[in-house]
């Protein structure tokens, strides 16, 4: 176990190193000079060349390399030219909500998609699994903003049940549980959507397959009960795909937030790329891109690892 994690501790020094020297393009490459980019139209020559002094970009593109690495490595992502502040701070500020929102979209999909995809196996071709067949095909079709605002105008507008928009924080004094849940009610169900109709589709798959083996016969043969049957033999031996689709979801989470944010007003990481990009903020650009490829490949570990838990019959 010990040896497996060190070799993918280090397999991910070159994938991060990559990810590293395509974030730090992304401003160099961009056409044009950068410094006039993020001077503005009106800057004056004076200005233009003050901010190529201060981004290193009168030097060589190795030398810029280096000293943007070693300040990366240290925790300095830069400053934001727009907001003045360091690009850490504003992540470091943005970040509960967006974890708020994706984790709780996480929890909820899984929560539902998980007992559905199992119950439409068991089940297979009723009512159930035909309802759960269309309901995916609409998850997956409809768009994320159509599905929020058609939410915000059934719960909002029409029934005046949940807020429309903005994001209470629990760290706030003025904020309790309940206020926190009703603006988080509507990203939730308007992200999880997507999620519940891609698990509840594999769970049905991985767990229809695992009650065709022989070892489920054979237990059914020695008078367990059904339940049994499916929490202990069937939905175990069929984990590792849901486990993987789980996984998946969560890293695609990255581009499901930035429109639930945008969408609900939510002052996250999603919001803050929105309007990086709109303003060509480009340190926080490559600070948030940077970010969310680490936050993906720690993803990807942790879904590995976890085979070894749920199937003792791997070894790496």
């Known amino acids: 176990m010990l040896k497996f994690l060190s070799q993918r501790l280090l397999a991910l020094i070159p994938v991060l190193g990559i990810v590293a020297v395509i974030v730090f393009l992304l401003l160099r490459l961009t056409p044009g000079d950068p410094a006039a980019l993020i001077a503005g139209s009106s800057a004056t020559s004076d200005d233009i060349a003050r901010i190529r002094e201060q981004l290193g970009l009168n030097q060589s593109l190795l030398s810029q390399f280096g000293i943007w690495i070693s300040r990366v490595?240290?925790?300095?992502?830069?400053?934001?030219?727009?907001?003045?502040?360091?690009?850490?701070?504003?992540?470091?500020?943005?970040?509960?909500?967006?974890?708020?929102?994706?984790?709780?979209?996480?929890?909820?999909?899984?929560?539902?998609?998980?007992?559905?995809?199992?119950?439409?196996?068991?089940?297979?071709?009723?009512?159930?699994?035909?309802?759960?067949?269309?309901?995916?095909?609409?998850?997956?079709?409809?768009?994320?903003?159509?599905?929020g605002y058609a939410l915000i105008y059934l719960f909002s507008i029409k029934l005046q049940w949940l807020p429309v928009q903005g994001y209470k924080r629990l760290t706030d004094v003025d904020t309790t549980v309940w206020m926190w849940l009703r603006h988080m009610i509507l990203p939730w169900l308007?992200?999880?959507?997507?999620?519940?109709?891609?698990?509840?589709?594999?769970?049905?798959?991985?767990?229809?397959?695992?009650?065709?083996?022989?070892?489920?016969?054979?237990?059914?043969?020695?008078?367990?009960?059904?339940?049994?049957?499916?929490m202990r033999h069937a939905l175990p031996n069929a984990a590792i795909p849901i486990v993987t689709v789980i996984g998946i979801g969560a890293a695609l989470l990255i581009g499901g937030v930035v429109?639930?944010?945008?969408?609900?007003?939510?002052?996250?990481?999603?919001?803050?790329?929105v309007d990086a990009v709109l303003n060509r903020d480009f340190p926080v650009i490559q600070g948030l891109v940077l970010f969310f490829s680490v936050l993906y490949v720690l993803i990807n570990l942790a879904v590995d690892l976890s085979y070894l838990w749920l199937d003792p019959r791997i070894r790496y």
């Open 73 to 147: 490595l240290q925790g300095d992502l830069g400053y934001s030219f727009y907001l003045n502040k360091s690009v850490a701070s504003l992540i470091k500020s943005r970040l509960e909500p967006t974890l708020a929102l994706a984790l709780g979209t996480i929890v909820l999909a899984v929560a539902i998609a998980v007992p559905l995809g199992t119950l439409a196996a068991w089940r297979m071709g009723g009512w159930l699994d035909r309802v759960l067949s269309g309901v995916s095909v609409a998850g997956f079709s409809i768009p994320v903003f159509v599905t």
């Open 190 to 230: 308007t992200l999880g959507t997507i999620y519940v109709a891609l698990i509840a589709r594999v769970t049905r798959a991985s767990v229809s397959e695992a009650l065709s083996e022989d070892f489920i016969r054979t237990a059914r043969a020695k008078g367990l009960r059904e339940s049994a049957v499916l």
């Open 259 to 273: 429109v639930t944010e945008t969408v609900y007003a939510i002052p996250g990481l999603g919001s803050l790329t």
